[in-house]
């Protein structure tokens, strides 16, 4: 079991419930998790919280879900004062609902809301929001196979003012969406487009907060690596350096057993990513943290040096690349077997299937 670091003790909050009278049917959510897709129905209710600079984090409340009343001149609308989280709930065989390492979840919340200038969530509150949310909305994580439920924690400046400062009120919310295996028929591997024209984040900017600026910047890229036939772009930095997807981290795997992935001030650090990569060092493999160029990679590959590369993130989980495609050149990817079996362990894990040995579950139902 995950043991949450107590910060700063805080007060514990008391939550108001107030119940979906228009809850979705036994038979209505049966019907979406037979096939819920990605984030397209949400559960019955969400959970907010309010922050103000004088009152600090309160009222605490479980309501049904629907739309947030918001003033025209909240500054989220119009400076992107906003952060998010994702993470999931999975149901175990016994019926038992777990959540992976929200520690973790909770801290890159506090990370990104430092760098966004946005209040820092404790890390409790975190949690026993993914709980309250739960003991209302249980019944919607599945138990089919690779599926689970997404919970969205996000938070936002609230405040009505067009000045340019930190807000000084802010609303965070936990929203749900069940999830269906994100790849349907076996997983398939990815056509990269390497963007050289458009980064994704810049040398102390926003990079490494989760931040819905970061995916605004990454869609006009993203459109043009569909239109080159491409599933997702790469992002390089100013020194050419390799950075990330759009929305989730690359891995190269090297023959000589060792294994590098990028590692810069403007990558989101992914949680995917440490527990992959965790599970590869218990197996006896070098991880290193570094810089890796876009020549090193191309050379990688052309040598056999590089025996595979794969993207990975909590939606996905892990995805190989199949293609490097770019300006001109279009290079097939080696095809190796690490990704695929780390990427059991690590559901086997999630799922309750194998020895939780890193303490990375949080039961949430009890
Ligand atoms: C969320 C995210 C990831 C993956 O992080 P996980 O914790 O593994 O889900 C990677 N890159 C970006 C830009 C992200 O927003």
Redo the contacts with the bound molecule.
Sequence with gaps: MTTIDAQAAVAPLDFAVTRNLAAASPARVAEVLENPGFGVVFTDHMVDICWSLKGGWHRPRVQPYGPIPLDPAASVLHYGQEIF???KAYRHADGSIHTFRPD??AA?LQASARRLALPELPTEYFVESLRQLIAVDGRWVPSGADQSLYLRPFMFAKEAFLGVRAAQKVAYYVIASPAGAYFTGGVKPVRIWLSEKHS?AGRGGT?KA?TGG??AS?LLPQALASSKGCDQVVFLNEKNDVE??????VVFVFKDGRIVTPESDS?????????LLQLAEDRGYTVERRAISIDEWREGVASGDITEVFA????AVVTPIGALVGEGFDEPQPIGELALSLREELTDIQYGRREDRHGWLLRLDA
């Design positions: 989280e994702g993470i973790r979840n890159r994704r990079g989760k970061n995916y990454s990330e997807l759009g929305g989730m981290n990558i989101l650090d992914g949680i995917t990513r440490d527990s990975c993130g909590t939606a």
